[in-house]
């Protein structure tokens, strides 16, 4: 069936959907989030993997006061007080730094990938002078103006189109294959040099999904074989895919390693900006 990002079956309740998944996907499927700590040390952890796996990884300290100062010169509160105010911390940090990794400057193109309702093309265009577009597959299909609608993995757009994309919290709602399929789009529809954001990028020592069934089953959602699938009723989403080091090395980087230079980027101090954050890595890939 056609996609639809959030389709709810408001007939049936998540006890009855999860049953149906069960059905479908056996012993793969199980109630509640697996063991995440965000821990020092399972961070730690996390890093030795994917230097294990020759993934580069960096540590980042979040300057706080940039962050402040990002805060105040885009005035959330006032222009956007609706906007992911039930998470503002999480939400506002991710785009602050995806704004300070893109690094985008006057002339440069960039794009917000699966942007849904973000306003941030436009801030980030205020705020650095370049040329943004947001995109998102529940847009209608083509450009429209600064709109990009379709698949992020096949966009209506030149070769060497952007010089910077980002994609805040969005690549693990990429179902089946699209999330390969997309990196390697970007390698085409990025410049030489060009730079790609991702973040959070969600790591777990073992591969997994989360899912709400009451969106996934009526979606009719195909997950990944061989991989566990959490349930979680407040999770109201059909999809989020959390990477192991092996499954990030497998599927993004490996098959991209000739196109773009990778690196993981962990935010040392992120806790310190509230404790309800919990975008701890990030995903780079700059285009060789």
Same mark, same amino acid.
């Given at each position: 069936?056609?996609?639809?990002?959030?389709? /709810?079956?408001?007939?049936? @309740?998540?006890?009855?959907?999860?049953?149906?998944?069960?059905?479908?996907? %056996?012993?793969?499927?199980?109630?509640?989030?697996?063991?995440? +700590?965000?821990?020092?040390?399972?961070?730690?952890?996390?890093?030795?993997?994917?230097?294990?796996?020759?993934?580069?990884?960096?540590?980042? =300290?979040?300057? !706080?006061? %940039?962050?402040?100062?990002?805060?105040?010169?885009?005035?959330?509160?006032?222009?956007?007080?609706?906007?992911?105010?039930?998470?503002?911390?999480?939400?506002?940090?991710?785009? $602050?730094? *995806?704004?300070?990794?893109? *690094?985008?400057?006057? &002339?440069?193109?960039?794009?917000? =990938?699966?942007?849904?309702?973000?306003? /941030?093309?436009?801030?980030?265009?205020?705020?650095?002078?370049?040329? %943004?577009?947001?995109?998102?597959?529940?847009? @209608?299909?083509?450009?429209?103006?600064?709109?990009? &609608?379709?698949?992020?993995?096949?966009?209506?757009?030149?070769?060497?189109?952007?010089?910077?994309?980002? *994609? *805040?919290?969005?690549?693990?709602?990429?179902?089946?294959?699209?999330?390969?399929?997309? =990196?390697?789009?970007?390698?085409?529809?990025?410049?030489? &040099? %060009?730079?790609?954001?991702?973040?959070?990028?969600?790591?777990?020592? !073992?591969?997994?999904?989360?899912?709400?069934?009451?969106?996934?089953?009526?979606?009719?959602?195909?997950?990944?074989? &061989?991989?566990?699938?959490?349930?979680?009723? +407040? $999770?109201?989403?059909?999809?989020?895919?959390?990477?192991?080091?092996?499954?990030?090395?497998?599927?993004?980087?490996?098959?991209? !390693?000739?196109?773009?230079?990778?690196?993981?980027?962990?935010?040392?101090?992120?806790?310190?900006?509230?404790?309800?954050?919990?975008?701890?890595?990030?995903?780079?890939?700059? @285009?060789?």
């Amino acid at each position: 069936m056609p996609y639809k990002y959030q389709l /709810h079956d408001e007939k049936t @309740k998540f006890e009855e959907n999860l049953e149906i998944l069960k059905e479908r996907k %056996g012993h793969e499927v199980f109630l509640g989030w697996p063991g995440i +700590t965000y821990s020092e040390s399972e961070n730690r952890g996390l890093m030795e993997k994917l230097e294990a796996l020759d993934i580069r990884v960096e540590r980042f =300290i979040i300057d !706080k006061t %940039g962050y402040e100062d990002y805060l105040s010169k885009v005035r959330y509160k006032k222009k956007f007080p609706k906007y992911y105010s039930f998470n503002f911390p999480e939400k506002t940090l991710e785009y $602050y730094l *995806a704004y300070t990794l893109i *690094a985008p400057s006057k &002339g440069e193109v960039f794009v917000d =990938i699966a942007a849904e309702n973000s306003p /941030h093309y436009k801030e980030f265009e205020k705020l650095s002078g370049a040329r %943004g577009y947001k995109q998102d597959l529940m847009y @209608k299909p083509g450009i429209r103006g600064r709109e990009i &609608g379709g698949d992020a993995s096949g966009m209506p757009v030149s070769d060497n189109f952007f010089d910077k994309a980002f *994609a *805040a919290c969005s690549l693990e709602h990429f179902e089946e294959e699209s999330d390969i399929n997309f =990196i390697s789009e970007m390698g085409r529809a990025l410049k030489p &040099g %060009g730079k790609l954001v991702v973040l959070p990028l969600y790591l777990h020592k !073992k591969p997994f999904v989360v899912t709400d069934p009451r969106y996934s089953v009526p979606g009719n959602v195909k997950f990944d074989e &061989g991989i566990d699938i959490h349930c979680v009723e +407040t $999770y109201q989403n059909r999809h989020g895919r959390f990477y192991s080091p092996e499954t990030l090395n497998k599927r993004l980087i490996l098959p991209n !390693k000739d196109v773009f230079k990778f690196r993981v980027l962990y935010f040392e101090n992120f806790r310190d900006i509230d404790k309800t954050v919990y975008c701890r890595f990030a995903l780079e890939a700059v @285009k060789k």
